[in-house]
Structures are given as structure tokens and as C-alpha cells.
């Protein structure tokens, strides 16, 4: 038991060494990109998703798969850790549980605003009865709302508003969050706090608006009708933040400018966000079989550091 209690000490010890500083060198990239004159709307959301999500998902695996299997297998039985060794696994422990916090604190407040549009809910008739809510409960236009059966709020100021072209398009652009998991991917972003890491978050946010908007128009009469929507409701609409864990067409967190923009100059020729995801999920399989071939090695590795960064 107590042999057992070191390795977990020690491994969320790790886990600090590694996650605090790959998450200051992930807030350093970005801001640097940005002074190299990088922007969300020339880069990929889902690139921008890796880089926020990077520091902790690299710690979690390392820790996980290679640093508590190679204490339990090459540690010795007498306890030689020290204070420095306590103080980094409570700095772990605050880390995940402020993540713990974060996520069930906008877990709460989206179900009170669900709730509260809910209140007085309507149908659209015909189609595929979009779920709508009342704006004057606060409701935005149109807003993906859910994490497991996520569906598309509509308010029926955005019925009264938008023609119906203007609608059908406003509608493809949330389903295009829905089949990137774009609130999945802000369960992930709420869980993993970090100082510095706002403008990164911001950013991530922006460009997924963006390639969203990509994904609802295939020609330029939709670009258009979907740049005059985002027009219509920026208009009649409060822009302001949309709760954590979903979705909205328009809200604070979005530059209408650039995508009304975006939109207007839309060409076949010049869509930007190609999906990368197989070629990542090739790079990933090849690291996974290389150091499978050498787990061994890899975890005899894995010791030297912990006893070299860990005190």
C-alpha cells in the first residue's frame, strides 16, 4: 500500500514537471506566432485545438503509460522521496481539481440557461422541427447546444429575421460544430486551465467559427445568404458570450467582420481548411508502434528522468 502511494505521489509529480511547462511553451508559441503576424482566420482550428490541448494530454499519456509503470517496476522499496516531491503532486492535485471546478461550474451555468430558454420553447413547422427558444428569455439566434445528443437551438427572433435560405445555412453552420465536436472540445478546454492560455483559447474559438462557416456553404449563394444572416441577427441581436459548453452563430467570441468578409469573397479555389485528421492519426499510429517495439527501453528512459526531475 505504501509502495503503491509513492508511485501515484511520484507520478503526479511528474505529471506537474511536464504539464507546466509544455502548457507555458504552448501559451509562448502562440503569442509569438502572433507577433509574427499569425491569425486564427489563416489558421486551422483543429491545429490550434492540438496546440491548446497538447501540454495536457502529453503529460496525462507520459504519466499514465510510462511513469507509473516504470516506478512500480525499477523503484526501489525504501521511500527516498522529499518535500520537493509532495509540493510538485499538490501543485498536480490543484491543477486537476481547478479543472474539476472549471468544468462543473460551466456545466451549471449552461444548464440554467438551457433551462431557462426551454421555459418557452417552440417548434418550427415543417422540416425537421428544429428545437426553437423565445429571445426574450435571452435565448441567442441559433446556438448548438449538448455534449453526448448535441442538437440546434433556433430562437424565433432568428425565424422572424432570416428568409429561409438564410435559415437552412445559419442551421448547416451549427451541424458543421456538431460533426467537428466543438463542444466536446470545450469540455476538454474548461478541464485544462493554465495561466496565459486565454488568447490561445480565444483564437481556437475564432478560427472554429470560421471553419465552421466552411463547412455550412458549398457555392457562393450560400456564402452569401450565410454572410447576410451573421448581418441580420448581429444587428438584432446582444452580441455577447455564449455559455461555455456550447455553440452560438453569433456571439462575443467572434469577429462578424472578418467572417462577413470571409464570406463575401468566398471561392471554391480558396477554401483554406482542408481536414488533416488522417494525416495525424498516421503520424500518431506510427509513434504508438515505434515505442511499442521499444517500451523496455522507452520505460527505462521514463525512470532516469523521473529520478532526474523529481525530487
Known sequence: MIFAARGLLVSLAFF????????ALAA???????????????????????????????????????????????????????????????????????????????HAKTKR??????????????????PTTNASSGAPPLILVGIRRPRVMVSDLAVAVLSENELQVAVQHELGHMRSWDNVKKVFV??????????????????????????????RQEALDLASALIKLSRFSQLRPEPALTTGLVSGSSSIGVRVERLLDWRMADRRFVRTWLWTLLVVLTMII????????TLVVTHRLTELLVP
Not at 495536457?56 to 510510462?66: D, I, K, Q, Y
Not at 515505434?290 to 527501453?297: C, L, P, Q, T, V
Open 190 to 219: 474548461s478541464s485544462t486551465p493554465f495561466p496565459g492560455m486565454l488568447s490561445l483559447d480565444s483564437a481556437w474559438q475564432e478560427a472554429a467559427e470560421l471553419a465552421a462557416d466552411e463547412a455550412a456553404v458549398t457555392n
Open 290 to 297: 515505434g515505442i511499442a517495439g521499444n517500451y523496455g527501453a
Open 16 to 23: 506537474a514537471t511536464l504539464y507546466c511547462p509544455l502548457s
Open 28 to 106: 509562448l508559441a502562440w503569442r509569438g506566432a502572433k507577433r509574427m503576424g499569425g491569425k486564427p482566420a489563416l489558421t486551422s482550428a483543429n491545429f490550434l485545438f492540438g496546440l491548446r490541448i497538447f501540454p495536457f494530454s502529453a503529460s496525462a499519456v507520459v504519466t499514465v503509460f510510462f511513469t507509473l509503470p516504470s516506478f512500480w517496476l525499477m523503484e526501489r522499496t525504501s521511500p527516498d522521496e522529499d518535500g520537493g516531491t509532495f509540493i510538485l503532486a499538490l501543485c498536480s492535485l490543484l491543477i486537476l481539481g481547478a479543472g474539476l471546478f472549471r468544468l462543473m461550474r460551466a
Open 113 to 130: 440557461a438551457l433551462t431557462q430558454w426551454r421555459l418557452e420553447a417552440n417548434r418550427i413547422d415543417g422540416g425537421a422541427a428544429i
